[in-house]
């Protein structure tokens, strides 16, 4: 087994809000080893994204990391200085955002954006850290790099405005490269071509990469394991071949349920209920009032995160008497 690179434990993070406290993440463990692909799945408000700004250090107001801990490599993120962290974010742990209009300043151009991120990594000129930036539109196969470097983001396409939000994440040379949502927007050709990119990048950098989305297409496609949150809490982690043929959490197998597939004919099962609010989130299982195997114990227990053999963890107190069926085939 490769060595520890993200470790989370037992995480809490709220939001203070006027409407009352969010929490977002309630006791959420996960490790990541390096040089892997780790998706983080689940429905809008499981806690994907809430996770990777906790690790990135970057929770918006009214966002607090309450308790947990976060390590790289073995180093406690949460006792670092804003200084001494921003040695690591970007430098060691990079991110790719979901929108990159939002994440582009449109006053600058490119080149002046990467110029900037280079510099705050390296102590070097402006003509080498114009050729840094140079380089990393080349590295995310960026047609015609030198004109782009003198483009504003208004200029380009979506697919190349998320190419160079990558080569700006890229910019320290980092360990772990998250990416959330990074196909939110573009059409299936071109997320495709981001997908391809990320997952060369991965190879050929060395990286690990921690892959955000609620699609279960670009999680079989991208990922080696997969850690499925739902309300704020880890439901299980498997590798992505485990958990696609033999799901141990009923939320799991209903995600599986949900997804079309090209190669079988099957009813699509929409997962029953809502979402819960986590301002007043459910006893027990959190999920507990969509599914169908609760019992009074998933009501008034928390389900412990399980290990269960094989590198799996489950969070369900049903597991070992569970044989869930992931398909549903077309009559």
Not at 28 to 50: A, N, P
Request: proline residues 6%.
């Amino acid at each position: 087994m490769a060595n520890e690179i993200i470790s989370v434990k037992d995480l809490v993070t709220y939001f203070f809000t006027e409407a009352g406290v969010v929490k977002a993440l309630d006791g959420v463990s996960f490790t990541i080893y390096e040089g892997e692909s780790v998706g983080l799945v689940g429905e809008s408000g499981s806690g994907k994204t809430v996770s990777a700004l906790s690790i990135f250090g970057i929770v918006p107001r009214p966002g607090k990391i309450i308790s947990g801990e976060i390590l790289y490599k073995g180093q406690s993120l949460l006792k670092l200085s804003d200084e001494e962290l921003r040695k690591i974010r970007g430098r060691r742990i990079g991110m790719v955002f979901q929108d990159p209009n939002s994440s582009l300043d449109p006053l600058y151009t490119v080149g002046d954006q990467l110029m900037e991120v280079v510099r705050v990594h390296a102590k070097i000129s402006k003509a080498q850290a114009r050729a840094r930036a140079l380089s990393l539109l080349e590295l995310v196969k960026i047609s015609e790099p030198e004109a782009r470097l003198k483009a504003y983001p208004f200029e380009l396409s979506g697919g190349m405005k998320q190419r160079v939000a990558i080569a700006r994440s890229l910019a320290g040379e980092p360990d772990v490269l998250i990416a959330d949502e990074p196909t939110t927007n573009l059409d299936v050709t071109i997320q495709a071509q981001v997908l391809e990119l990320l997952g060369g990048l991965r190879k050929q950098l060395g990286m690990t990469l921690i892959l955000i989305t609620h699609d279960m297409g670009i999680i079989a496609e991208m990922t080696s394991r997969i850690v499925v949150l739902y309300a704020g809490r880890v439901a299980e982690v498997a590798s992505t071949k485990d958990l696609y043929i033999t799901p141990k959490h009923p939320y799991t197998a209903a995600l599986l349920r949900a997804v079309p597939r090209v190669d079988v004919r099957k009813h699509l099962v929409p997962i029953a209920g809502n979402i819960p609010n986590l301002i007043t989130p459910p006893s027990g299982c959190r999920y507990h009032p969509r599914c169908p195997y609760a019992d009074q114990l998933c009501v008034d227990q928390v389900p412990p995160l399980e290990d269960i053999g094989g590198g799996r963890q489950v969070s369900c107190h049903h597991w070992k008497k569970l044989t869930l069926d992931k398909e549903v085939a077309a009559v």
